[in-house]
């Protein structure tokens, strides 16, 4: 398996971008975590400065985002060691007849011909 990890250079990194949940606590305080990430939580009296410790969480820990890109290596179709095993079968041609035979005559029952 070939993995490649993308990373952007420092000096035109873009900014990174959360989706916080805001909940209003019973003590009237706020908390604040990234959603996702609960270990990116904090705590404030109010949305604001739950924000505001959480930003400064986030930079403190200076996340990282990067993009795996990681290469399947490529294997053979479990069903692909059946194919074409009964092509020297001399009854293969009546089989398929019978096959189509079957076919046909549900589909008169049914109506769907």
């Known amino acids: 398996m070939n993995l490649t990890v993308k990373t952007t250079s420092q000096t035109n990194a873009p ?4 989706d916080v949940l805001i909940e209003n ?6 908390t604040a ?3 996702g990430l609960p270990d990116f939580k904090s705590s404030g009296m109010t949305k604001e400065e739950a924000l505001e410790k959480l930003i400064q969480i ?4 200076e996340p990282e985002i990067v993009t795996l890109e990681i290469e399947v290596t490529q294997t053979e179709h479990p069903w692909m060691k059946f194919a074409g095993m009964h092509k020297d079968n001399p009854l293969f041609a009546e089989v398929l007849e019978y096959i189509e ?3 046909s005559q549900m589909d008169l029952e049914n109506g769907t011909e």
Do not use: D, H, I, P
Request: hydrophobic share 25%.
């Open 58 to 61: 986030l930079q403190e820990r």
């Open 101 to 103: 035979t079957e076919r």
């Open 15 to 18: 900014k990174l971008t959360y």
């Open 25 to 30: 606590q019973q003590n009237g305080g706020v």
């Open 33 to 35: 975590t990234v959603v």
